[in-house]
């Protein structure tokens, strides 16, 4: 809200706790696949991500975006955690993709057959649920434990392709139904990770509903040059899926840490 010449403040507001927001995590957070690259790295930071779509709305006191493309829950907790501190307020992050080799698996799932297809995903499911918790957990402590009085959100991933699959050109039916269940296990996986850490978990499969591949309306990049941007957000799933998201989430989480 901005304040004109006719809002006057009566009696002096306590002033706005200040907001120190970090941005950890991989290529969903970065903006992969959202164009307009920060020069002189190869995280491919966009000016497009959802977390500086976040930044340039709230003007935080302090924003350090330092998520990177193909990181993992071990390259984050390695590369990225140096940018929280005592005095962070706000943590968003998207990991756990890269861990379970969700790239390695849809290239499986475009070049090979479909019995590869679902051996594949039923491989990177058995790691989602029995390896990844752990390494998630770990994580999840460093942050807290390097950003105690952080409200920290935890952003999910979205699934792939419209449920509807009729006028679907690409990979076949069965290819498609196997990766939304591979995304919709990973997103469980991570959300039970996020709920016992006391963090908060932001779902954007609702905000992406309607805008899969295959929609109509995607807000997603399908197979495309170059590659890597390929299966990830276009910059319209930032803005309209991701940035919400994190609104909504971080608003409500900022209160909740106000109040405590």
Not at 93 to 116: E, H, K, P, W, Y
Request: with cysteine; charged share 15%.
């Amino acid at each position: 809200m901005s304040i004109t010449a006719g809002m006057v403040a009566v009696g002096g507001p306590a002033a706005a706790a200040a907001v120190n927001y970090v941005a950890l995590g991989d290529s969903y957070s970065s903006g992969t696949g959202a164009g307009s690259y920060d020069a002189g790295n190869n995280c491919q930071r966009s000016a497009n991500a959802y977390p500086r779509l976040w930044a340039a709305s709230r003007s935080p006191d302090s924003f350090s975006f330092v998520a990177c493309a193909g990181a993992t829950t071990s390259s984050v907790s390695s590369g990225q955690l140096s940018a929280l501190g005592s005095s962070t307020t706000l943590v968003s992050i998207t990991v756990g993709g890269n861990d379970a080799g969700f790239s390695t698996v849809m290239q499986t799932c475009v070049l090979q057959s479909v019995a590869n297809c679902e051996t594949a995903v039923r491989n990177a499911e058995t790691f989602m649920q029995n390896t990844l918790p752990g390494r998630l957990d770990s994580l999840y402590d460093s942050i807290r434990g390097r950003a105690p009085s952080a409200s920290v959100v935890v952003l999910g991933y979205p699934r792939l392709y419209t449920q509807s699959t009729s006028g679907c050109v690409g990979i076949g039916e069965t290819k498609r139904r196997a990766l939304n269940r591979a995304a919709d296990t990973l997103n469980t996986s991570i959300a039970k990770e996020v709920a016992e850490a006391g963090f908060t978990f932001s779902d954007v499969r609702d905000e992406f509903a309607g805008h899969e591949l295959c929609s109509g309306d995607g807000w997603l990049n399908s197979v495309t040059w170059p590659l890597g941007d390929s299966y990830h957000p276009t910059a319209r799933g930032h803005s309209g899926g991701y940035y919400p998201a994190l609104s909504s989430t971080s608003r409500e989480a900022l209160a909740r840490h106000r109040d405590s």
